[in-house]
């Protein structure tokens, strides 16, 4: 239509929008006070504007001299189509509407509820809150969050970026606190309608809409962990939701400098956390998924034959990547580092390394040691030694393994959320004496060469 007649479609939208305004045009779009529910009232709204802009679109057509292959009916339904588009976009919903629509919302919510995401940092803060932040929030009362009209906002490490937040709305209290996080404290805050957001200072809404729809006294609880560390990638939070009445606030744990600090307290000393060392993974090619396995006493050629991997047949990455990605194939490789104190054996989304077989031959002069991890936060954490298996086990609470095992595991926290193939990583190089680097990684990556690995039976 813009081809043939440029100009034809902003006009029906012009022509449409005044008459939409029109005092004897404007009691034809209401909508029946009967309308009934949400949907309801949403159809008859948009009914009457699309037959107000094809009507229109009829209108302007017969006067538009088309060409008489052009079939005019169709040509004034397809304008009429975008013409009302563009008028409902503008066109405030009818009174009822807001009403039902909560209707709907608030039968649809059900308990409980989890929400994954980030928000957008700014000014060391972001807030669960139904409106904008306020300005000039004091956090001297617990270090970590401050109660507003409508929510409460959150004190967090670094001052701009975003962090990682996982909000979960109970039918009740949760029977315990969680471990991992070094910063707990609960608090009351009464919600003027509901449905609160995770906002950052700039009103953008991440997790949008997600507390009750109904208004009323709701217990927040505030997990942090990574304030201290200035690294945005590793802040994290939790915010658990559960309706209560009002109740003093609740410090559960206080444990990170900054909110010793926010609260006038002398600093804590907190020894270096060795899996912090293996942050560089995260922002690597093994972010994703990746198994690392280290070995000992052995060649490269040991180590490979190991895997089921031919030393005499090395193929660039590239063209073993091109290969899988063509095929749409997931047939295991491995790249390979030889260092003056191990072998290291690295696969890019891959987990030969974490088989009892692999390990029981590339340890057989040694010891070997592997950890894999992957998209779905499955783990594995592998311990061998000449030849026999010690230990092999998704890393999580207390092991009853050997005691070099648990040698290599003691003081290690598997259970603080995020750094688990790190502190797994930690784990092998205690066991094996030699970890990966991220210089490690970079040679692996110039050098450009794996082995595919022949399938096991």
Same mark, same amino acid.
């Given at each position: 239509?813009?081809?043939?007649?440029?100009?034809?479609?902003?006009?029906?939208?012009?022509?449409?929008?005044?008459?939409?305004?029109?005092?004897?045009?404007?009691?034809?779009?209401?909508?029946?006070?009967?309308?009934?529910?949400?949907?309801?009232?949403?159809?008859?709204?948009?009914?009457?504007?699309?037959?107000?802009?094809?009507?229109?679109?009829?209108?302007?057509?017969?006067?538009?001299?088309?060409?008489?292959?052009?079939?005019?009916?169709?040509?004034?339904v397809g304008v009429g189509i975008g013409a009302a588009a563009v008028l409902l976009r503008a066109a405030p919903m009818p009174p009822a509407y807001a009403e039902a629509l909560l209707a709907r919302i608030r039968s649809e919510y059900v308990l409980p509820?989890?929400?994954?995401?980030?928000?957008?940092?700014?000014?060391?803060?972001?807030?669960?809150?139904?409106?904008?932040?306020?300005?000039?929030?004091?956090?001297?009362?617990?270090?970590?969050?401050?109660?507003?009209?409508?929510?409460?906002?959150?004190?967090?490490?670094?001052?701009?970026?975003?962090?990682?937040?996982?909000?979960?709305?109970?039918?009740?209290?949760?029977?315990?606190?969680?471990?991992?996080?070094?910063?707990?404290?609960?608090? #009351?805050?009464?919600?003027?309608?509901? +449905?609160?957001?995770?906002?950052?200072?700039?009103?953008?809404?991440?997790?949008?809409? +997600?507390?009750?729809?109904?208004?009323?006294?709701?217990?927040?609880?505030?997990?942090?962990?990574?304030?201290?560390?200035?690294?945005?990638?590793?802040? +994290?939070?939790r915010l658990t939701v559960w309706a209560a009445p009002a109740a003093p606030q609740i410090v559960h744990r206080r444990t990170d400098r900054l909110g010793h600090r926010l609260r006038g307290e002398p600093e804590p000393l907190r020894p270096a956390r060795?899996?912090?060392?293996?942050?560089?993974?995260?922002?690597?090619?093994?972010?994703?998924?990746?198994?690392?396995?280290?070995?000992?006493?052995?060649?490269?050629?040991?180590?490979?034959?190991?895997?089921?991997?031919?030393?005499?047949?090395?193929?660039?990455?590239?063209?073993?990547?091109?290969?899988?990605?063509?095929?749409?194939?997931?047939?295991?490789?491995?790249?390979?580092?030889?260092?003056?104190?191990?072998?290291?054996?690295?696969?890019?989304?891959?987990?030969?390394?974490?088989?009892?077989?692999?390990?029981?031959?590339?340890?057989?002069?040694?010891?070997?040691?592997?950890?894999?991890?992957?998209?779905?936060?499955?783990?594995?954490? #592998?311990?061998?030694?000449?030849?026999?298996?010690?230990?092999?086990?998704?890393?999580?609470?207390?092991?009853?393994?050997?005691?070099?095992?648990?040698?290599?595991?003691?003081?290690?926290?598997?259970?603080?959320?995020?750094?688990?193939?790190?502190?797994?990583?930690?784990?092998?190089?205690?066991?094996?004496?030699?970890?990966?680097?991220?210089?490690?990684?970079?040679?692996?990556?110039?050098a450009g060469i794996g082995f595919r690995v022949a399938r096991r039976a």
């Amino acid at each position: 239509m813009e081809r043939l007649r440029p100009g034809v479609a902003d006009l029906v939208v012009a022509l449409a929008r005044r008459l939409a305004a029109h005092p004897s045009v404007v009691p034809l779009l209401a909508v029946a006070p009967e309308a009934g529910d949400e949907s309801a009232i949403a159809a008859q709204h948009g009914t009457a504007h699309l037959a107000l802009a094809v009507a229109t679109a009829c209108a302007v057509i017969d006067q538009a001299h088309l060409p008489s292959v052009v079939d005019r009916a169709a040509a004034a339904v397809g304008v009429g189509i975008g013409a009302a588009a563009v008028l409902l976009r503008a066109a405030p919903m009818p009174p009822a509407y807001a009403e039902a629509l909560l209707a709907r919302i608030r039968s649809e919510y059900v308990l409980p509820r989890q929400s994954f995401g980030s928000v957008r940092v700014s000014g060391n803060r972001f807030a669960l809150i139904e409106g904008r932040l306020p300005d000039g929030v004091d956090f001297v009362g617990n270090g970590l969050v401050a109660v507003v009209d409508g929510g409460a906002v959150i004190r967090t490490g670094v001052a701009d970026g975003d962090v990682k937040v996982q909000l979960s709305v109970l039918a009740e209290a949760p029977p315990e606190v969680e471990s991992g996080w070094e910063e707990v404290v609960e608090v #009351s805050w009464r919600a003027a309608e509901g +449905r609160a957001s995770v906002v950052g200072p700039d009103g953008a809404a991440r997790l949008r809409d +997600r507390t009750p729809p109904w208004p009323g006294e709701y217990r927040l609880r505030v997990h942090a962990r990574g304030r201290d560390d200035g690294d945005s990638d590793f802040e +994290r939070y939790r915010l658990t939701v559960w309706a209560a009445p009002a109740a003093p606030q609740i410090v559960h744990r206080r444990t990170d400098r900054l909110g010793h600090r926010l609260r006038g307290e002398p600093e804590p000393l907190r020894p270096a956390r060795p899996e912090h060392a293996y942050r560089w993974i995260r922002r690597s090619p093994l972010s994703v998924a990746a198994t690392v396995t280290v070995a000992t006493g052995a060649t490269v050629e040991e180590v490979l034959r190991a895997f089921g991997a031919d030393p005499d047949r090395p193929t660039a990455i590239r063209d073993i990547e091109k290969d899988l990605s063509l095929r749409r194939g997931a047939d295991p490789w491995v790249a390979v580092l030889d260092t003056a104190e191990a072998v290291l054996a690295v696969e890019f989304n891959g987990f030969e390394g974490s088989r009892g077989p692999v390990l029981r031959a590339a340890s057989a002069r040694g010891r070997a040691a592997s950890m894999f991890w992957n998209v779905n936060a499955l783990t594995q954490l #592998s311990f061998a030694e000449r030849g026999r298996l010690l230990a092999s086990f998704e890393p999580w609470g207390d092991v009853d393994a050997d005691p070099v095992v648990t040698a290599a595991l003691a003081g290690l926290d598997f259970a603080e959320p995020g750094d688990r193939a790190e502190t797994g990583l930690v784990a092998v190089e205690r066991f094996t004496g030699r970890g990966i680097s991220a210089a490690d990684l970079t040679r692996i990556q110039d050098a450009g060469i794996g082995f595919r690995v022949a399938r096991r039976a």
